[in-house]
């Protein structure tokens, strides 16, 4: 059964980097189709999609944050990681990683069906 | 950007109650679109993918239906553990976004 784990800071200072690793177990990083996701979504609203990384590097971002966002990957470790930088109050947010359905038919399936349980990240002083 | 238009925002209704859940886009996102299901302090849950298609695992009182720009989730008879908020999510153009939530409601 595949598994993902969100690790990192749960208080970030303003102006700040945001970093978070999702470690994954049950299954390889490396799988090919599969795009891996960050989403995430502040106390009490709705979920925001961050970015997706590929096993070979390539990336999308949502426009919104892509001035401030970096996502990699190391398939050594089974791992891929977030990293936010210049934050405000208003990324405290639950940060989810998961992976997409991947490649399916003729296409790329972008719907996420395993999510890490989520961590709260804070921004304050 | 597409914007996805839950409605309504609350759903108050009973158990053994037929639920219908719409999404509406801000322009056509052709059949790709999928719902999800979260509970208070759980991650979201994959219920429905490219409109129609049931993920693993899911009961068959889920259902989808629409295309273009109106969709529709239907549960076919509540179960005390539907009672959650339900987000759609577009895949047809980038960024990927959700849609703001329906809350179903016990009520």
């Known amino acids: 059964q595949l598994q993902l784990q969100e690790s990192g800071p749960g208080l970030v200072k303003p102006s700040e980097t945001l970093s978070l690793t999702c470690t994954v177990s049950?299954?390889?990083?490396?799988?090919?189709?599969?795009?891996w996701g960050w989403i995430r979504q502040p106390p009490g609203k709705g979920l925001e999609w961050i970015g997706n990384i590929y096993y070979g590097g390539s990336t999308y971002y949502n426009p919104s944050l892509k001035s401030r966002v970096t996502i990699s990957v190391d398939t050594s470790k089974n791992q891929f990681s977030l990293k936010l930088n210049s934050v405000t109050a208003a990324d405290t947010a639950v940060y989810y990683c998961?992976?997409?359905?991947?490649?399916?038919?003729?296409?790329?399936?972008?719907?996420?069906?395993?999510w890490g349980q989520g961590t709260l990240v804070a921004v304050s002083s | 950007e597409i914007v996805l238009t839950q409605s309504p925002a609350t759903l108050s209704l009973s158990p053994g109650e037929r639920a219908t859940l719409s999404c509406r886009a801000s322009q056509s996102v052709s059949s790709y679109l999928a719902w999800y299901q979260q509970k208070p302090g759980q991650a979201p849950r994959l219920l429905i993918y490219d409109t129609s298609h049931r993920a693993t695992g899911i009961p068959a009182r889920f259902s989808g239906s629409g295309s273009g720009t109106d969709f529709t989730l239907t549960i076919s008879s509540l179960e005390p553990e539907d009672f959650a908020v339900y987000y759609c999510q577009q895949r047809n153009y980038w960024p990927l976004t959700f849609g703001g939530g329906t809350k179903v409601e016990i009520k």
């Open positions: 998961a992976k997409d359905r991947g490649y399916s038919g003729d296409d790329y399936q972008y719907y996420f069906d395993y």
């Open positions: 049950g299954g390889s990083i490396s799988s090919s189709h599969y795009y």
